[in-house]
């Protein structure tokens, strides 16, 4: 089978037109390594004079004590910053002024400090990971159907971190990172151990969306109530230092069998 020639042209033209589209993708990624020099330093805000961040090789430090540093680069006119690769469009920047809009696309104006002062924000300590409970310890006794039940709760902090993405003051994206909890609890009756297990957020998968679990914790389990259908424990998964909270019903049966029931949200 004869190919035609005007095929041929515009399959050449398509081929030729397909690595430009690629090189012009690839110089739009190009780092802007005179840019990110120029912002190397300390920066503080121009009318409140307040610290914003420091600005050391390719990481941003911020001078609180739980906003972990992130990675940022410089393409074109926009300035990329975080694990999530936020994008925040650059209005001005020179050595010493640098003005961006932020993720309410205000405009956020910094220049660059000359106080000494400024720099000792700046521990050489890792930021803090900050455990949301403590251990806490609760032990109920009650009454069922003429029989003595003992419920006991034990709330373990742990080493497993939970970053959570927040916005600062200036409406940029920060990481915060958490301890989770593991949660022990136990059912008794008399000498008998009804229920014995320990209790992780992961258990909630399927009924907390996948995105607010990840940065959650399981903050908190406490005896509620025994009914006919058991032992009632509210639960509660909440993303921390936020108002967003789930609340679970997780009854232990006298089988020794845990249903959860979604109370509110």
Known sequence: MKI??????ILSLGILGGCRQKDNAKEEQVEDTNAKTALQGVWIDSDTQEVNFRAKGDTIYYPDSISQPAYFKIVGDTIIIGENRQKYAIVKHSDNIFWFKNSNDDIVKLQKSDDP????????????????????KRDTVVNFDNQRYHCYVAINPTRYKVHRSAYNEDGVEVDNIYYDNIVH???YKGAECLYSRDMRKEIFNGKVPKHFLSQSILSN?????????????????????????????????????????????
């Open 185 to 187: 609890i136990s059912v």
């Open 221 to 265: 389990v406490e005896f509620n109530k025994v009914d006919s259908k058991g032992f009632h424990f509210d639960t509660t998964v909440c993303i921390p230092d936020g108002a967003s909270c789930y609340m679970f019903d997780v009854t232990i049966g006298f089988g020794g069998k845990a249903v959860i029931r979604l109370i509110e949200y």
């Open 117 to 136: 002062e400024d720099m000792r924000l700046f521990s050489t300590q890792k930021p803090k990971v900050l455990t949301y409970t403590e251990v806490v």
């Open 4 to 9: 035609r020639p005007i095929f041929i042209i």
